[in-house]
């Protein structure tokens, strides 16, 4: 899940494949009965990697999905830029 602001999306690009949900969402669209999610929120034992610019409120992100009860919820430590800056694929 990419909670990047869109800004930072358009400027850095995206990992293929990540689900972007901004920050404000990211909860509501992950709760499996909640009747805004995600289609693919659709069970507590989801495994959620949150990905943000530099891996400080992705943290923040994977602790309150934890919260929620979505305990195989993480982040990428460094977030956007670790991944970036090990040459893994970005479009």
């Not at 530099?54 to 982040?75: F, I, N, P």
């Amino acid at each position: 899940m990419d909670i990047r602001y869109a800004a930072l999306r358009e400027r850095d690009g995206l990992i293929p494949g990540a689900l972007v949900v901004e920050r404000n969402e990211l909860e509501w669209r992950l709760v499996p009965l909640g009747s805004h999610r995600l289609p693919e929120a659709t069970s507590h034992d989801l495994r959620v990697v949150v990905i943000c610019d530099e891996g400080y409120a992705s943290s923040l992100a994977a602790a309150s999905l934890h919260s929620l009860g979505l305990r195989r919820a993480t982040d990428l430590v460094g977030g956007f830029q670790a991944w970036r800056a090990a040459g893994l694929w970005v479009v």
